[in-house]
């Protein structure tokens, strides 16, 4: 470690956790109100239109209450599963996000100035390596793929506890050689 990174604080855990906590609040809230308006339309975004008909007919044949339950369940995951994308994205590009960008804290270079696009990226791609996986997982409909998704997700699960050290980074993090600071600290 440089002089010029210990001059700099880097966010800690409970800073990180609370970013992730208001993320997922704002996902799930902006996801169901998208899926209330797209309904079934997102579905078939994700899925082909037969994949989706099959599947609801078999719902609604199991018990018409219950169908309905579960196919609003199924628009409002996929709502949920949008809005984290476009989460993701924002957060490759910019470093932030919407939770980060509440807290005015940042994604950096470990030495504390801001980091290219193409290290965010790489950041957020190690970080969200399961749900990428999965997506392809169901894109292509190779469930192994998926298997070594969540293998992946699992260590970077482990890994985000690494914060707890002294150096507070994640795997990810140490990987893509970043780190997470307050925004008006910056070089």
């Known amino acids: 470690m440089d002089l010029s990174e210990t001059l700099l604080e880097r966010i800690g855990f409970g800073k990180r956790l609370l970013a992730f906590i208001i993320d997922l609040i704002i996902s799930s809230t ?19 239109t037969s994949q989706v ?9 199991i018990n018409s209450g219950m169908g309905d339950i579960v196919k609003k369940f199924f628009i409002n995951v996929s709502g949920v ?19 980060k960008m509440i807290l ?13 696009t193409n290290v965010l990226i ?3 791609v190690l970080k969200n390596i399961s749900s990428i ?8 409909s190779i469930s192994i793929i998926r298997t070594i998704g969540s293998f992946l997700g699992f260590i970077i699960f482990i890994g ?3 914060v707890l050290g002294t150096k507070k980074e994640s795997i990810h993090d140490m990987i893509a050689k970043t780190a997470v600071f307050n925004k008006a600290e910056l070089k």
């Open 104 to 116: 005015g804290i940042i994604n950096a270079n470990q030495n504390g100035t801001r980091a290219t």
């Open 81 to 99: 599963g949008a809005i984290s994308f476009i989460i993701m994205i924002i957060e490759g590009i910019t470093g932030q996000t919407p939770a």
């Open 160 to 162: 985000c506890f690494f």
């Open 53 to 61: 008909n099959e599947t609801m007919a078999a719902v609604e044949s």
């Open 30 to 48: 902006l996801g169901i109100i998208l899926a209330s308006f797209a309904g079934i339309t997102l579905l078939e975004f994700f899925f082909e």
């Open 133 to 140: 996986f999965s997506l392809i997982a169901v894109v292509l």
């Open 122 to 124: 790489l950041r957020t």
